[in-house]
């Protein structure tokens, strides 16, 4: 099957969007439901359990902070991508996406660091309610970085040729509501003490 | 209708048959005419030789009508039930009358069993009578019911008295109902709880006074709380 | 437009040389192939499913006895059964065939190009959703057994294996389900981004058959809804695998939360089905008796108000579970609300045939055949919706009854309507007509045979999932109407090897159809039988909407889309 064998039905936009960010409107809706489920049971969780609020203040603000302006700043690299994609620059579009990746990557490690710390003081998955929602939720939206952070270095090696580069932009919108999710997930388990 | 296939034993038990019955009537009205003007469409309209269909859009007003207007009716109808059916929720779920005795029933995998409150009148006392698989109230007393479950969801369903309520693990949950006939009824759990889900039956027995406290006094100390601490897992 | 596009452009020539088995077959990407293996594959998880009917309601009908073919029926196994089928039929059956085969085989057909915009993702999410069903079969054979805890799984029993008794079955339950949701986002996002964007020049919004309208709102409607089950699925592997207690009460969980999750997407899940069969619906009785179907843009207004509307009702499956009384008030408003724009849709339906010059053929025979068992699914719902007679009926045989009056017509009736109207067009034969006849009516007649009585039995106390009633002295007497309807059920699998038999002989035997033997217009009838790959041998421009049919104008009483004025 080659990549060039697209159907004609690929070419077509009755709707006036091109296809391809139809579809990664598409699948941001059906990742902010599930998100959205995830975030809506631990509010209601949270609102009938005063005593989860025990356990939200052994997170580390200062961190989640940090790991949120990496976020916004590799968001900001993502859209550097995008105009330079636009204007024709693939190499330079990968550069960008590159710093993207980094951001991304940057955002995983220091996770990991402030996971480990956590679970040696003794709050593990199972050790409260609150706890079992914040590794889940934050470790949803570390899957989604990192599956990013993976496709972005598809389409960065590709960019990198001057290759579809309309998917720079693509990727983008994805990142960004990557960036979104953690945007609710900062206050929610950092801030609300 | 329902009162036709099993008694009704309690005093909401008729008014919860009578949602019934009022919805039989009117969906039933409707099921009747739209299945009657189904059935007289096909056979009115086969296909005949030399006669075409009609070009007929639905897009007039002349022709939307025939759908507004039974649509409509269709929404009056509505209202009525939910009036009917609001009315004897309110009634049987949101009120709690004044109780005249109280009982607790313990839901496990895999059976019942009751406390009821024994000779002092009051639950939780030493000289409360804990059975299993057996419910002893007195006909025409206002009963008060808590309901907990040791392990999974159960259901607190008495067809008899069209009683039905979930039992959720770790909360006391609170209904009533008061008993207009002496008999033994049936109690199913109606939320699947595992394999016993089946085998878990139980009988409400709804006594004269006399009888009732006949019941009581024939309690040994094998059924009183006293004797028979709950296990705790 | 000086002239169509045609589909195969001398550039892509070459791949279009001899496919070898694997990719023309298996790792096909074309759409009407992805069609086929959804189609294939659901009819199989149907008989496994039916099978599963058989055997527990062999079980209910005649308690104690040595099933022929299964052998007994142990307490557990009564609630794998119940608990595997319903889920089965959901998941494995209806989903796949009504939406995503039906979807994948007619939009591009009907929105007149070549292919779905994604055709890998397309493949993508047949794999996937395939690997689902392999996992939910394994999980049938697993030590422990199948999962047991109802298709509804409602925690602490499903969250607990020392409860339920079937860790690994409950586990991997869960984990198809969860895979079989990933393939229906994947392939909702080619349902969508092709109806949107790839329509024939000259296709307006309105010009759109109402069954790729109705596959799109239910792929919405789906995307909308399974992210609340998604996360509460992930949460339940969490109780059932790490330890957490998102649903234990013992530990600050909260088991009602599960539900809320599950029956908020569960309530739209049944319209994501419901959808695309009354899409099939429309296209038959249109065809069948030359009549343009009856205010078209009622029928789309109607659906996305049914849409929106199906969010709002969900918690009528939870009146006695233990939510706040005061909240029953206002479900019981929702849920009543919502027949309004389904009554509608059957009214407009019914307003087709009107002045119409119908022919019963076999699949006009199902299409009609969903009306009228549907419209019973339909009111029987009013009993449960509202709030007060659910007290008594909550948890009992009318229950499912109802569903299945609303079920069965969806997955099972939509089904052979939606086959046998285009078999001609997907394999170039005709059925046999009469085969197909004797089919229909043996099907119907003991359909009905079954669920009647236990409307019945559930008035009468029934309640579900109870492997057997010998404990329940006021419900011995109803053994003889659960014999009835047990027998009703053999007889109506019985009659199905006559449409498998059918389908078979008939795709070498059966008739030529031709292009468009039924006379219809929509875009999937101007094409070849079987279409080609590519579909068009020159793509089609649009002229009209799809159901103009006895146009006064015109001297044949069909005017296809494309055909110019």
Same mark, same amino acid.
């Given at each position: 099957?080659?990549?060039?064998?697209?159907?004609?039905?690929?070419?077509?936009?009755?709707?006036?969007?091109?296809?391809?960010?139809?579809?990664?409107?598409?699948?941001?809706?059906?990742?902010?439901?599930?998100?959205?489920?995830?975030?809506?049971?631990?509010?209601?969780?949270?609102?009938?359990?005063?005593?989860?609020?025990?356990?939200?203040?052994?997170?580390?603000?200062?961190?989640?902070?940090?790991?949120?302006?990496?976020?916004?700043?590799?968001?900001?690299?993502?859209?550097?991508?995008?105009?330079?994609?636009?204007?024709?620059?693939?190499?330079?579009?990968?550069?960008?996406?590159?710093?993207?990746?980094?951001?991304?990557?940057?955002?995983?490690?220091?996770?990991?660091?402030?996971?480990?710390?956590?679970?040696?003081?003794?709050?593990?998955?199972?050790?409260?309610?609150?706890?079992?929602?914040?590794?889940?939720?934050?470790?949803?939206?570390?899957?989604?970085?990192?599956?990013?952070?993976?496709?972005?270095?598809?389409?960065?090696?590709?960019?990198?040729?001057?290759?579809?580069?309309?998917?720079?932009?693509?990727?983008?919108?994805?990142?960004?509501?990557?960036?979104?999710?953690?945007?609710?997930?900062?206050?929610?388990?950092?801030?609300?003490? | 209708?329902?009162?036709?296939?099993?008694?009704?034993?309690?005093?909401?038990?008729?008014?919860?048959?009578?949602?019934?019955?009022?919805?039989?009537?009117?969906?039933?009205?409707?099921?009747?005419?739209?299945?009657?003007?189904?059935?007289?469409?096909?056979?009115?309209?086969?296909?005949?030789?030399?006669?075409?269909?009609?070009?007929?859009?639905?897009?007039?007003?002349?022709?939307?009508?025939?759908?507004?207007?039974?649509?409509?009716?269709?929404?009056?109808?509505?209202?009525?039930?939910?009036?009917?059916?609001?009315?004897?929720?309110?009634?049987?779920?949101?009120?709690?009358?004044?109780?005249?005795?109280?009982?607790?029933?313990?839901?496990?995998?895999?059976?019942?069993?009751?406390?009821?409150?024994?000779?002092?009148?009051?639950?939780?006392?030493?000289?409360?009578?804990?059975?299993?698989?057996?419910?002893?109230?007195?006909?025409?007393?206002?009963?008060?019911?808590?309901?907990?479950?040791?392990?999974?969801?159960?259901?607190?369903?008495?067809?008899?008295?069209?009683?039905?309520?979930?039992?959720?693990?770790?909360?006391?949950?609170?209904?009533?109902?008061?008993?207009?006939?002496?008999?033994?009824?049936?109690?199913?759990?109606?939320?699947?709880?595992?394999?016993?889900?089946?085998?878990?039956?139980?009988?409400?027995?709804?006594?004269?006074?006399?009888?009732?406290?006949?019941?009581?006094?024939?309690?040994?100390?094998?059924?009183?709380?006293?004797?028979?601490?709950?296990?705790?897992? | 437009?000086?002239?169509?596009?045609?589909?195969?452009?001398?550039?892509?020539?070459?791949?279009?040389?001899?496919?070898?088995?694997?990719?023309?077959?298996?790792?096909?990407?074309?759409?009407?192939?992805?069609?086929?293996?959804?189609?294939?594959?659901?009819?199989?998880?149907?008989?496994?499913?039916?099978?599963?009917?058989?055997?527990?309601?062999?079980?209910?009908?005649?308690?104690?006895?040595?099933?022929?073919?299964?052998?007994?029926?142990?307490?557990?196994?009564?609630?794998?059964?119940?608990?595997?089928?319903?889920?089965?039929?959901?998941?494995?059956? !209806?989903?796949?065939?009504?939406?995503? !085969?039906?979807?994948?085989?007619?939009?591009? &057909?009907?929105?007149?190009?070549?292919?779905?915009?994604?055709?890998?993702?397309?493949?993508?999410?047949?794999?996937?959703?395939?690997?689902?069903?392999?996992?939910?079969?394994?999980?049938?054979?697993?030590?422990?057994?199948?999962?047991?805890? !109802?298709?509804?799984?409602?925690?602490?029993?499903?969250?607990?294996?020392?409860?339920?008794?079937?860790?690994?079955?409950?586990?991997?339950?869960?984990?198809?389900?969860?895979?079989?949701?990933?393939?229906?986002?994947?392939?909702?996002?080619?349902?969508?981004?092709?109806?949107?964007?790839?329509?024939?020049?000259?296709?307006?919004?309105?010009?759109?058959?109402?069954?790729?309208?109705?596959?799109?709102?239910?792929?919405?409607?789906?995307?909308?809804?399974?992210?609340?089950?998604?996360?509460?699925?992930?949460?339940?592997?969490?109780?059932?695998?790490?330890?957490?207690?998102?649903?234990?009460?013992?530990?600050?969980?909260?088991?009602?939360?599960?539900?809320?999750?599950?029956?908020?997407?569960?309530?739209?899940?049944?319209?994501?089905?419901?959808?695309?069969?009354?899409?099939?619906?429309?296209?038959?009785?249109?065809?069948?008796?030359?009549?343009?179907?009856?205010?078209?843009?009622?029928?789309?207004?109607?659906?996305?108000?049914?849409?929106?509307?199906?969010?709002?009702?969900?918690?009528?499956?939870?009146?006695?579970?233990?939510?706040?009384?005061?909240?029953?008030?206002?479900?019981?408003?929702?849920?009543?609300?919502?027949?309004?724009?389904?009554?509608?849709?059957?009214?407009?339906?019914?307003?087709?045939?009107?002045?119409?010059?119908?022919?019963?053929?076999?699949?006009?025979?199902?299409?009609?055949?969903?009306?009228?068992?549907?419209?019973?699914?339909?009111?029987?719902?009013?009993?449960?919706?509202?709030?007060?007679?659910?007290?008594?009926?909550?948890?009992?045989?009318?229950?499912?009854?109802?569903?299945?009056?609303?079920?069965?017509?969806?997955?099972?009736?939509?089904?052979?309507?939606?086959?046998?109207?285009?078999?001609?067009?997907?394999?170039?034969?005709?059925?046999?007509?009469?085969?197909?006849?004797?089919?229909?009516?043996?099907?119907?007649?003991?359909?009905?045979?079954?669920?009647?009585?236990?409307?019945?039995?559930?008035?009468?106390?029934?309640?579900?999932?109870?492997?057997?009633?010998? &404990?329940?002295?006021?419900?011995?007497?109803?053994?003889?109407?659960?014999?009835?309807?047990?027998?009703?059920?053999?007889?109506?699998?019985?009659?199905?090897?006559?449409?498998?038999?059918?389908?078979?002989?008939?795709?070498?035997?059966?008739?030529?159809?031709?292009?468009?033997?039924?006379? !219809?217009?929509?875009?999937?009838?101007?094409?070849?039988?079987?279409?080609?790959?590519?579909?068009?041998?020159?793509?089609?421009?649009?002229?009209?909407?799809?159901?103009?049919?006895?146009?006064?104008?015109?001297?044949?009483?069909?005017?296809?889309?494309?055909?110019?004025?």
């Amino acid at each position: 099957m080659s990549a060039a064998a697209r159907p004609i039905a690929n070419t077509r936009s009755a709707a006036g969007l091109p296809t391809g960010r139809l579809a990664v409107w598409w699948v941001i809706a059906s990742e902010v439901v599930i998100f959205g489920g995830l975030l809506a049971s631990y509010i209601m969780g949270r609102l009938a359990h005063d005593v989860w609020a025990d356990q939200a203040a052994h997170t580390n603000m200062w961190i989640g902070a940090f790991n949120t302006w990496v976020l916004l700043t590799s968001s900001l690299f993502a859209v550097l991508g995008h105009k330079a994609a636009e204007a024709g620059d693939g190499p330079k579009a990968a550069r960008f996406i590159g710093l993207t990746m980094l951001g991304g990557v940057i955002f995983v490690i220091v996770k990991a660091f402030e996971w480990t710390g956590e679970i040696r003081h003794g709050f593990t998955i199972t050790s409260s309610t609150f706890w079992s929602f914040y590794y889940t939720a934050a470790g949803l939206h570390a899957l989604h970085v990192i599956a990013g952070v993976v496709i972005m270095g598809i389409i960065a090696n590709d960019a990198r040729k001057n290759l579809e580069l309309h998917r720079v932009e693509l990727i983008g919108i994805y990142w960004h509501f990557v960036d979104i999710v953690w945007i609710f997930l900062f206050p929610l388990l950092y801030i609300a003490k | 209708m329902i009162e036709s296939l099993i008694p009704a034993a309690s005093t909401y038990a008729s008014d919860i048959d009578g949602v019934f019955t009022l919805i039989f009537v009117l969906v039933g009205f409707w099921f009747v005419l739209t299945e009657g003007i189904l059935l007289w469409l096909i056979l009115r309209f086969r296909k005949r030789d030399g006669v075409k269909a009609e070009y007929i859009t639905g897009e007039l007003k002349s022709e939307k009508r025939w759908i507004t207007i039974p649509h409509l009716l269709v929404l009056v109808c509505d209202v009525f039930i939910i009036v009917g059916a609001v009315r004897v929720w309110y009634n049987v779920k949101q009120e709690l009358p004044p109780a005249q005795e109280i009982v607790r029933v313990v839901g496990q995998q895999w059976a019942w069993s009751f406390d009821h409150p024994g000779p002092d009148g009051q639950l939780d006392t030493p000289d409360d009578i804990r059975t299993v698989d057996e419910l002893h109230v007195e006909s025409g007393k206002l009963i008060h019911f808590k309901l907990v479950s040791k392990d999974v969801l159960h259901s607190f369903s008495v067809p008899a008295f069209r009683l039905k309520q979930d039992v959720i693990p770790g909360r006391e949950i609170i209904g009533w109902f008061e008993a207009t006939r002496p008999g033994t009824y049936d109690i199913q759990c109606a939320e699947i709880c595992g394999i016993g889900h089946a085998l878990m039956p139980a009988r409400v027995v709804v006594e004269t006074p006399a009888q009732h406290a006949a019941w009581i006094a024939s309690q040994r100390p094998l059924t009183l709380a006293a004797a028979t601490p709950r296990v705790e897992e | 437009m000086a002239h169509a596009p045609v589909a195969h452009p001398e550039a892509h020539g070459a791949h279009h040389a001899e496919q070898s088995f694997w990719s023309k077959y298996v790792f096909s990407t074309d759409h009407k192939m992805i069609a086929m293996q959804y189609m294939f594959t659901g009819m199989f998880m149907a008989l496994v499913g039916g099978f599963m009917a058989y055997a527990f309601r062999m079980q209910n009908g005649f308690p104690g006895m040595e099933v022929p073919g299964y052998g007994l029926v142990s307490p557990n196994e009564y609630n794998a059964l119940v608990t595997n089928h319903g889920t089965i039929m959901i998941f494995w059956v !209806a989903m796949p065939v009504l939406v995503a !085969a039906f979807g994948n085989y007619l939009i591009p &057909l009907m929105l007149g190009c070549d292919d779905m915009v994604f055709p890998r993702i397309n493949r993508l999410s047949y794999q996937i959703f395939l690997l689902s069903a392999v996992v939910i079969l394994a999980s049938l054979f697993v030590q422990g057994g199948g999962f047991g805890g !109802a298709w509804t799984a409602y925690p602490p029993l499903s969250a607990k294996a020392e409860y339920n008794l079937t860790g690994l079955g409950s586990t991997m339950w869960l984990v198809a389900v969860a895979l079989e949701f990933v393939a229906f986002l994947l392939g909702g996002i080619n349902f969508v981004t092709t109806a949107m964007n790839s329509r024939a020049p000259g296709m307006k919004m309105y010009d759109i058959p109402i069954v790729v309208w109705m596959i799109v709102v239910a792929s919405i409607l789906f995307m909308a809804s399974v992210g609340q089950l998604i996360a509460g699925a992930v949460m339940l592997f969490m109780d059932q695998n790490v330890g957490t207690a998102f649903f234990d009460p013992d530990r600050g969980g909260d088991p009602i939360l599960w539900q809320h999750l599950f029956w908020f997407f569960g309530h739209p899940e049944v319209y994501v089905v419901l959808l695309p069969a009354i899409g099939i619906v429309a296209e038959i009785i249109t065809v069948f008796s030359r009549k343009k179907l009856f205010a078209y843009k009622t029928v789309l207004y109607t659906v996305v108000a049914t849409g929106v509307l199906s969010f709002t009702v969900w918690a009528h499956h939870q009146f006695v579970a233990g939510i706040d009384p005061r909240m029953a008030n206002i479900f019981t408003i929702t849920t009543l609300l919502i027949s309004v724009p389904i009554a509608e849709m059957m009214f407009v339906y019914i307003a087709t045939l009107y002045g119409g010059s119908i022919t019963l053929t076999t699949p006009m025979l199902w299409a009609l055949g969903f009306i009228a068992t549907f419209l019973l699914g339909g009111v029987t719902g009013i009993f449960l919706g509202a709030s007060g007679s659910d007290i008594y009926l909550h948890d009992t045989y009318f229950v499912l009854a109802h569903f299945h009056y609303t079920f069965f017509p969806i997955a099972i009736i939509g089904t052979y309507a939606g086959v046998t109207y285009w078999y001609p067009k997907m394999f170039g034969r005709m059925l046999n007509e009469t085969l197909g006849k004797i089919h229909f009516w043996g099907t119907f007649i003991s359909f009905n045979c079954i669920f009647i009585p236990l409307f019945y039995t559930g008035m009468a106390g029934d309640h579900r999932r109870i492997w057997s009633y010998q &404990l329940f002295p006021e419900l011995l007497d109803l053994q003889d109407v659960r014999a009835f309807a047990s027998i009703a059920t053999v007889v109506m699998l019985a009659f199905q090897p006559i449409f498998i038999f059918n389908f078979f002989w008939s795709l070498r035997r059966g008739a030529v159809a031709g292009d468009n033997p039924w006379k !219809a217009n929509t875009l999937e009838w101007q094409a070849p039988s079987p279409p080609p790959h590519g579909n068009f041998a020159e793509l089609p421009q649009v002229y009209r909407g799809p159901y103009e049919y006895s146009h006064p104008d015109r001297k044949e009483d069909y005017w296809p889309q494309n055909a110019p004025a």
